[in-house]
């Protein structure tokens, strides 16, 4: 059933990881890797198919057709989410953080025209998103939908994210990956043994992202081998001053590996960085996860 929705979908085979071929300072004391999951999907690009999988199958399986979810006006997880419905006929109810009906962004757009039901809703009402009575509220007036919470990082996404750990034929020393809500590093942690998995934070979120790490974890989780580290959101979440611009346009230039400035731009700029300060042990095999978004460049 798995292959028969990925086929449906048209996502791509994962790709084993490839030596990032870049000349950064210090970079000759380590040995880095990156995995491209962009290059799973155009649009259900790289984290979000992870996350997603086995909740999507399980809907396709039951034969559900209503689902609800969350997110901002530039959500790569809406995006990802409302193209992967209209391909398998499930109706998607999308509650957007903010009132963009007068000038609706490239990523609203796309969802309006592939049936998405776009309902925006003020900043107060959004923060409801994960309380049970609005979720109970929401069900009933969706058609007993599934609901589907924001980033869809939930319990259910992990195994997904796992398989990017279960797949490697090679052990890494460390693995380091953007978080917004959570869900990818949640996986990471869930599956990993060997590597320290390193996250970096790309909104404020110091505290916060952590405890989003831990609520998603099994109460059965015993690795405790992982951070997140805050001070590369350049600000806040979307945030793009010209110094993270620019290293996006000349990372791209470099090694032709597309990124933007919301996800994977902060993580390559935090990877250059540590890696210049030699934040590592001598000749370490790190892993660089490129967990896609290229869609979310389009407002920038
Ligand atoms: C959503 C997203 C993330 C954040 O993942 P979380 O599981 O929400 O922490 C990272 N990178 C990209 C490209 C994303 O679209």
Redesign the pocket.
């Not at 001053?241 to 919301?262: D, G, N, R, S, W």
């Given at each position: 059933m798995l292959k028969k929705l990925s086929s449906l979908l048209e996502i791509n085979a994962d790709q084993a990881p490839s030596r990032l071929d870049i000349d950064w300072p210090s970079s000759e004391k380590y040995d880095i890797w990156v995995k491209r999951d962009?290059l799973l999907h155009p649009i259900i690009?790289?984290?979000?198919w992870r996350?997603l999988k086995y909740a999507l199958l399980a809907i396709y399986q039951q034969k559900q057709t209503s689902i609800v979810s969350f997110g901002g006006g530039h959500?790569?997880?809406l995006h990802?989410l409302a193209y992967a419905c209209h391909k398998l006929n499930i109706q998607l109810s999308a509650i957007v953080r903010g009132d963009y009906s007068r000038n609706p962004t490239p990523m609203l757009k796309d969802i309006a025209a592939w049936g998405t039901d776009i309902y925006y809703v003020d900043k107060k009402t959004y923060q409801k998103r994960d309380e049970p009575d609005y979720l109970a509220q929401l069900k009933q007036r969706f058609k007993q939908a599934i609901i589907i919470p924001?980033?869809?990082?939930q319990a259910a996404?992990l195994e997904g994210?796992g398989e990017i750990i279960s797949q490697l034929t090679d052990s890494f020393d460390y693995i380091i990956?953007?978080?917004?809500?959570?869900?990818?590093?949640?996986?990471l942690i869930a599956t990993s043994s060997v590597a320290r998995i390193v996250?970096i934070g790309?909104l404020k979120g110091q505290g916060y992202?952590e405890q989003?790490?831990t609520k998603l974890l099994p109460c059965s989780n015993t690795n405790h081998n992982w951070e997140i580290l805050h001070q590369y959101h350049f600000g806040g979440y979307a945030k793009q001053p010209v110094e993270l611009t620019a290293f996006c346009a000349q990372f791209t230039e470099q090694t032709k590996i597309p990124i933007?400035p919301?996800?994977?731009g902060k993580?390559f700029f935090a990877a250059k960085d540590l890696i210049q300060k030699q934040a590592f042990p001598l000749n370490s095999r790190i892993l660089l996860l490129?967990?896609?978004?290229?869609q979310?460049a389009r407002s920038c």
């Amino acid at each position: 059933m798995l292959k028969k929705l990925s086929s449906l979908l048209e996502i791509n085979a994962d790709q084993a990881p490839s030596r990032l071929d870049i000349d950064w300072p210090s970079s000759e004391k380590y040995d880095i890797w990156v995995k491209r999951d962009d290059l799973l999907h155009p649009i259900i690009s790289g984290n979000k198919w992870r996350k997603l999988k086995y909740a999507l199958l399980a809907i396709y399986q039951q034969k559900q057709t209503s689902i609800v979810s969350f997110g901002g006006g530039h959500s790569n997880h809406l995006h990802a989410l409302a193209y992967a419905c209209h391909k398998l006929n499930i109706q998607l109810s999308a509650i957007v953080r903010g009132d963009y009906s007068r000038n609706p962004t490239p990523m609203l757009k796309d969802i309006a025209a592939w049936g998405t039901d776009i309902y925006y809703v003020d900043k107060k009402t959004y923060q409801k998103r994960d309380e049970p009575d609005y979720l109970a509220q929401l069900k009933q007036r969706f058609k007993q939908a599934i609901i589907i919470p924001e980033g869809g990082s939930q319990a259910a996404a992990l195994e997904g994210v796992g398989e990017i750990i279960s797949q490697l034929t090679d052990s890494f020393d460390y693995i380091i990956a953007p978080v917004g809500s959570g869900g990818t590093l949640a996986g990471l942690i869930a599956t990993s043994s060997v590597a320290r998995i390193v996250g970096i934070g790309v909104l404020k979120g110091q505290g916060y992202l952590e405890q989003q790490v831990t609520k998603l974890l099994p109460c059965s989780n015993t690795n405790h081998n992982w951070e997140i580290l805050h001070q590369y959101h350049f600000g806040g979440y979307a945030k793009q001053p010209v110094e993270l611009t620019a290293f996006c346009a000349q990372f791209t230039e470099q090694t032709k590996i597309p990124i933007e400035p919301v996800y994977s731009g902060k993580l390559f700029f935090a990877a250059k960085d540590l890696i210049q300060k030699q934040a590592f042990p001598l000749n370490s095999r790190i892993l660089l996860l490129h967990t896609g978004g290229l869609q979310g460049a389009r407002s920038c």
